[in-house]
């Protein structure tokens, strides 16, 4: 049974920094990613990570967020930097299984994800 559970989730100020940890057991391999819900929005792919170690960002974020993973720990992170007010969201990691998510951080290609970490950033 596949499961994962984010951690890290808190509240900032702009220009501050937070790191997500998501904690996966019954499967880490294939594409790894980060999706968030603002409130009132739609769900946005992010973040993805490939299982030869590519990584795909979405514009919003690329250069201010770093996805990463511990093999050993099974845990996938993602380090986020210069956080601003509209950064604030619910964050979820998730798999999918094919590989799909990696290239194009299309949510419909999602498996599994856990039940988010909340982000609040403040101005």
């Known amino acids: 049974q596949v499961q994962l559970r984010e951690s890290g989730g808190g509240s900032v100020q702009a220009g501050g920094s937070l790191r997500l940890s998501c904690a996966v057991s019954g499967y880490f391999s294939s594409c790894l990613g980060w999706f968030r819900q603002a409130p009132l929005n739609e769900r946005e792919g992010i973040a993805a990570?490939?299982?030869?170690?590519?990584?795909t960002y979405a514009d919003a974020v690329k250069g201010r967020f770093t996805i990463s993973k511990d093999s050993a720990k099974n845990i996938l992170y993602l380090q986020m930097n210069s956080l601003r007010p509209e950064d604030t969201a619910v964050y979820y990691c998730?798999?999918?299984?094919?590989?799909?998510?990696?290239?194009?951080?299309?949510?419909?290609?999602?498996?599994?994800w856990g039940e988010g970490t909340r982000v609040t950033v403040s101005s």
């Open positions: 990570l490939d299982s030869d170690g590519s990584t």
């Open positions: 998730g798999i999918d299984v094919s590989g799909s998510y990696c290239g194009g951080l299309n949510l419909v290609d999602m498996d599994y």
